[in-house]
């Protein structure tokens, strides 16, 4: 292992980082890494060498193989392909760099676990890239929340993609974001899951049960409008995020009225609503602060190995519950619900 690693949490010196896997988000990362004044971006690398060629002149950084790389990071994001995480991390954490890995944590709960292991045993920081936690309206929502009785949480998560040939599946690539905020939110692991799909695997909701609480979460590819929304039922208010716009409205006293107009019985519903304040800005930046910060000080991340564990485990059970039974096989049929 190198031993070329920052050990004084005290010192000001940036954060020599870089990035592995510069595709669209792995970009994004780089232009944040070269924006912080806390952060020395001192390379990219892309298995497409053109690609990480365009991304470090981008940046003003290099273009590096793997090795040299590592040797000269403290801290890396790994934005490759899921299918590579668990391969790319150890070997990141085997030579001793602190590493933010893009959601999910990697392909399977038992590949997540060793990673997670190999990290604490290497006294590293690694860090889940659920970057709705760092949005500022959920920041906000995570603030009030203590001091709400909830009753049930439901996260919509839809809209065409992007890229309109993707067949990535919802559960896996939208829906754990919201099962991440979810469990965050409520400070719980699920009791049960039941969930349903179609579209072959582009269309996927699930109802999760959470102690007192359940949380209804849906995603969505071929919903023609982008929406990104949470709503919290309390039973002191009903609290609306809107992940997009990062807003946050709390409804209060609500309660109804029954008014006469010349004779003609009309229906009025009434209620409070506050807008709380919030401190608008990009999530990503707010991520990467919160990682480098964590590097510096040696402290716990704000998205643990566990946490992505335990997010992961979710989407994974709930996929194969959104499959559905399958009636054409001779195997037993496959459940819609389990407990947890």
């Known amino acids: 292992m190198s031993t ?40 990219v690398t892309d298995r497409d060498d053109e690609i990480a060629d365009r991304v470090a002149d981008a940046f003003d950084t290099e273009s590096l193989p793997l090795e040299t790389l590592l040797e000269r990071c403290e801290a890396v994001t790994v934005a490759v392909p899921t299918a590579a995480h668990a391969d790319v991390v150890s070997t990141c954490l085997e030579a001793g760099v602190h590493v933010l890995v893009e959601k999910p944590i990697a392909e399977t709960v038992d590949q997540g676990e060793r990673l997670a292991e190999q990290a604490r045993e290497a006294g590293r920081v690694l860090q889940v890239g659920h970057i709705e936690r760092f949005n500022p309206a959920v920041q906000a929502v995570d603030a009030l929340i203590d001091d709400l009785d909830v009753i049930a949480i439901e996260a919509q998560r839809l809209g065409p993609p992007i890229d309109r040939t993707t067949t990535d599946n919802v559960s896996f690539d939208l829906m754990v974001h919201d099962v991440d905020v979810v469990g965050s939110l409520l400070g719980e692991r699920p009791r049960s899951v039941a969930a349903m799909g179609t579209e072959n695997g582009q269309y996927a909701t699930a109802t999760i049960e959470y102690g007192d609480a359940v949380a209804t979460v849906t995603a969505s590819r071929v919903t023609q409008k982008k929406v990104r929304k949470l709503t919290v039922t309390a039973r002191e208010c009903l609290v609306e995020v809107d992940y997009l716009e990062q807003s946050v409205l709390i409804h209060r006293d609500s309660y109804p009225t029954y008014l006469s107009d010349d004779g003609q019985p009309r229906y009025r519903h009434e209620s409070v609503v506050e807008r709380p304040r919030v401190d608008t800005g990009e999530p990503l930046r707010n991520e990467l602060e919160s990682f480098v910060e964590a590097v510096r000080t040696g402290s716990e991340p704000t998205v643990t190995a566990e946490d992505g564990i335990r997010a992961l485990e979710t989407v994974q059970l709930i996929d194969r519950l959104a499959m559905g039974p399958n009636e054409d096989s001779d195997d037993p049929p496959r459940e819609r619900e389990v407990e947890v």
């Open 4 to 43: 070329n690693r920052r050990t004084d949490a005290t010192t000001e010196e940036p954060i020599r980082a870089g990035v592995i896997g510069v595709g669209a988000m792995g970009e994004n990362h780089a232009r944040v890494y070269d924006e912080l004044p806390t952060v020395d971006l001192v390379g």
